[in-house]
């Protein structure tokens, strides 16, 4: 039996091969004899005991044990350092500190024979493994920033598959002990799609399929679908609003109009997922709407007005994860632009006190799209109030710079008229 970690039977270069280029400056004969012993015979060395070893910790604890204690490795460690045997010194005293790990003596001498190993090889990769154990062996594992391999401009590189497993690695699978489910992905705008599954604790996808029975089957564009990847949407709808306050003035003189709408909303969400809790909420600060009508007709029952104007929008959103493996991080990001709006505004009386109103407005600008539409039943009750129920919807797709506001916000409305 040979052993993969023993050297070659003759450490005798070949006259062809002694040349300064073909120094240990790359790596070394013995462990580039080693790699290819691997990899043809593979990394057994046909020694039963290493087939199945015992863990460091139990096996160096017997050895040291049966040398007699720590006392006596050390004293024979200084021994074979004074002496020069560093390779020998290292396998009794590596033996002490898998044991003892807080033994400073120990780890102190090791280091010592470490570099003197460091000091003696040519090749880098070598010498700075033994000199950064020596290093870490005195003052511990050096602490620092870790590179945040999540950033959004890392993640919008990656491909979808790339991503997926990026996922499935970062996922804590002792949270997910129990989940199982099954997703279809489909990517229409670049025609991808993927099965996406979650069992004993692993998710994994298969590319270009799809289940027949999938628990979820989610359609997005990879271009929307990124947002979600770096953070700064999620793939829920907002779960509830939180606060909403909503202001329209308007003043008339013969058929001109002069028309105002102050919007502010605050939503937020939560979403459990198997990374962690994700939270999320945006500040609509202020959306408002200023602008002029003209009425191209007008009777005692109906009055119908053509709208112009600018919408100017400031919005604040924040992300962040709790929990899991993506746990702790936020992101914050906002921004204000102005669009132009134009459109169609009316009113309908049924009778003197019950009327209809609504409106339409559509246009661009800052963003790539803004749009707003609104329908209300009224009831006048004297020259002064009256009240309003409807629904209302408006939406807006901007995007700049990486941030990206495409959101549409719709639901009943109801409030009080004043008329002066």
Same mark, same amino acid.
């Given at each position: 039996?040979?052993?993969?970690?023993?050297?070659?039977?003759?450490?005798?270069?070949?006259?062809?091969?002694?040349?300064?280029?073909?120094?240990?400056?790359?790596?070394?004969?013995?462990?580039?004899?080693?790699?290819?012993?691997?990899?043809?015979?593979?990394?057994?060395?046909?020694?039963?005991?290493?087939?199945?070893?015992?863990?460091?910790?139990?096996?160096?604890?017997?050895?040291?044990?049966?040398?007699?204690?720590?006392?006596?490795?050390?004293?024979?460690?200084?021994?074979?350092?004074?002496?020069?045997?560093?390779?020998?010194?290292?396998?009794?005293?590596?033996?002490?500190?898998?044991?003892?790990?807080?033994?400073? !003596?120990?780890?102190?001498?090791?280091?010592?024979?470490?570099?003197?190993?460091?000091?003696?090889?040519?090749?880098?990769?070598?010498?700075?493994?033994?000199?950064?154990?020596?290093?870490?062996?005195?003052?511990?594992?050096?602490?620092?920033?870790?590179?945040?391999?999540?950033?959004?401009?890392?993640?919008?590189?990656?491909?979808?598959?790339?991503?997926?497993?990026?996922?499935?690695?970062?996922?804590?699978?002792?949270?997910?002990?129990?989940?199982?489910?099954?997703?279809?992905?489909?990517?229409?705008?670049?025609?991808?799609?993927?099965?996406?599954?979650?069992?004993?604790?692993?998710?994994?996808?298969?590319?270009?399929?799809?289940?027949?029975?999938?628990?979820?089957?989610?359609?997005?564009?990879?271009?929307?679908?990124?947002?979600?990847?770096?953070?700064?949407?999620?793939?829920?709808?907002?779960?509830?609003?939180?606060?909403?306050?909503?202001?329209?003035?308007?003043?008339?003189?013969?058929?001109?109009?002069?028309?105002?709408?102050?919007?502010?909303?605050?939503?937020?969400?939560?979403?459990?997922?198997?990374?962690?809790?994700?939270?999320?909420?945006?500040?609509?600060?202020?959306?408002?709407?200023?602008?002029?009508?003209?009425?191209?007709?007008?009777?005692?029952?109906?009055?119908?007005?053509?709208?112009?104007?600018?919408?100017?929008?400031?919005?604040?959103?924040?992300?962040?994860?709790?929990?899991?493996?993506?746990?702790?991080?936020?992101?914050?990001?906002?921004?204000?632009?102005?669009?132009?709006?134009?459109?169609?505004?009316?009113?309908?009386?049924?009778?003197?006190?019950?009327?209809?109103?609504?409106?339409?407005?559509?246009?661009?600008?800052? !963003?790539?799209?803004?749009?707003?539409?609104?329908?209300?039943?009224?009831?006048?009750?004297?020259?002064?109030?009256?009240?309003?129920?409807?629904?209302?919807?408006?939406?807006?797709?901007?995007?700049?710079?990486?941030?990206?506001?495409?959101?549409?916000?719709?639901?009943?409305?109801?409030?009080?008229?004043?008329?002066?």
């Amino acid at each position: 039996m040979t052993s993969t970690v023993e050297p070659p039977p003759s450490r005798r270069i070949p006259p062809a091969f002694d040349k300064w280029y073909c120094r240990n400056y790359h790596g070394t004969p013995r462990h580039n004899s080693r790699g290819v012993v691997q990899r043809f015979l593979g990394f057994w060395d046909c020694n039963p005991t290493t087939l199945i070893p015992v863990p460091q910790a139990e096996s160096a604890a017997l050895f040291v044990e049966m040398m007699g204690g720590a006392d006596k490795i050390l004293a024979k460690g200084r021994e074979l350092h004074d002496q020069g045997q560093y390779l020998l010194a290292q396998e009794i005293l590596n033996k002490l500190v898998q044991a003892e790990p807080t033994n400073a !003596a120990a780890k102190d001498l090791l280091a010592d024979v470490f570099e003197q190993v460091g000091y003696q090889q040519a090749s880098p990769g070598v010498r700075n493994s033994f000199l950064a154990a020596s290093y870490e062996l005195r003052t511990g594992i050096p602490q620092g920033e870790t590179a945040d391999t999540s950033s959004p401009d890392v993640i919008r590189a990656m491909s979808t598959e790339l991503f997926l497993n990026f996922l499935g690695i970062r996922m804590d699978s002792r949270k997910a002990e129990g989940m199982r489910f099954t997703i279809n992905l489909i990517l229409p705008d670049i025609g991808e799609m993927f099965l996406v599954e979650m069992e004993n604790a692993t998710l994994t996808n298969i590319q270009g399929h799809q289940a027949k029975d999938a628990d979820l089957t989610l359609t997005i564009n990879r271009s929307d679908l990124e947002l979600t990847m770096m953070g700064t949407k999620t793939l829920e709808h907002w779960d509830h609003l939180d606060f909403a306050a909503m202001a329209i003035g308007e003043a008339r003189y013969g058929r001109f109009s002069i028309v105002g709408d102050v919007l502010y909303t605050k939503l937020s969400g939560s979403r459990g997922t198997p990374l962690g809790v994700l939270a999320e909420s945006v500040d609509v600060d202020a959306e408002t709407f200023a602008g002029v009508g003209y009425s191209m007709l007008e009777d005692n029952r109906v009055r119908l007005d053509v709208v112009g104007g600018i919408r100017v929008w400031h919005v604040n959103t924040s992300v962040s994860v709790s929990g899991g493996s993506l746990g702790n991080q936020s992101r914050n990001d906002g921004d204000t632009w102005v669009d132009a709006l134009g459109g169609l505004k009316g009113t309908y009386s049924f009778t003197p006190n019950l009327f209809v109103t609504g409106w339409g407005l559509v246009g661009g600008g800052g !963003a790539n799209i803004d749009w707003d539409v609104a329908a209300t039943l009224g009831y006048k009750f004297n020259d002064t109030f009256s009240a309003v129920a409807g629904y209302r919807a408006l939406g807006v797709d901007y995007s700049n710079d990486g941030f990206v506001f495409d959101v549409v916000q719709q639901g009943p409305i109801l409030g009080l008229v004043v008329k002066f």
